[in-house]
Antibody, heavy 118, light 108 residues
């Protein structure tokens, strides 16, 4: 059974960098599939942040591209998200997810709330 | 960028059929995926490739897609189906994964 679990600070100060890690169990991230991040602002809808594929370049939502970095650590079976220069608008529940090769998300982490506040 | 439009809310009585629409320019040419999200939980895939159901999803959930509208249909609605539902596509022109704004299904 594939499982994903997000981890990282729940509170980040404005202008700092948000850093989250997604630990995957039950599947090797170096085998196949895209691995991505999606966020959901309080009371709002889902926003795709970006994705990465083992052996490929990451790809980001253009609206966030200048501030986002997604990377893989295959030795730990983890992938990570960094979002720089955060503001209150980046307060959201952040989900990591496995993306099928046909562009749908079949496994999700439980999500982690990140609040941007001083 | 590609835009998906969903009604904010749909209400249905238990045992009846709920239809949730997702509008987009020539969406019939794309594969549409649907997710169910209950309060405080992560989204769950309920329909992929317009009409396919992942294992464990009841047959009461079905999908269709044609022209400018995709539809998620939930037959014999139960109180446990009350949730937010999101449609999603891959926009090939931009390589983006696009979500609709979501529809809150209320079971009266």
């Amino acid at each position: 059974q594939v499982q994903l679990q997000e981890s990282g600070p729940g509170l980040v100060k404005p202008s700092e960098t948000l850093s989250l890690t997604c630990t995957v169990s039950g599947y090797s991230i170096s085998s196949d599939y895209y691995w991505g991040w999606i966020r959901q602002s309080p009371g709002k809808g889902l926003e795709w942040i970006g994705r990465i594929y083992h052996g490929g370049s990451p790809y980001y939502n253009p609206s966030l591209k200048s501030r986002v970095t997604i990377s893989l650590d295959t030795s730990k079976n983890q992938f990570s998200l960094k979002l720089s220069s955060v503001t209150a608008a980046d307060t959201a529940v952040y989900y990591c997810a496995r993306e099928d090769n046909q562009y749908f998300f079949d496994y999700w982490g439980q999500g982690t709330l990140v609040t941007v506040s001083s | 960028s590609y835009v998906l439009t969903q009604p904010p809310s749909v209400s249905v009585a238990p045992g009846k059929t709920a239809r949730i629409t997702c509008g987009g320019n020539n969406i019939g040419s794309k594969s549409v995926h649907w997710y169910q999200q209950k309060p405080g939980q992560a989204p769950v895939l309920v329909i992929y490739y317009d009409t396919d159901r992942p294992s464990g999803i009841p047959e009461r959930f079905s999908g269709s897609n044609s022209g400018n509208t995709a539809t998620l249909t939930i037959s014999r609605v139960e109180t446990g189906d009350e949730a937010d539902y999101y449609c999603q596509v891959w926009d090939s022109s931009s390589d983006h994964r696009v979500f609709g704004g979501g529809t809150k299904l209320t079971v009266l």
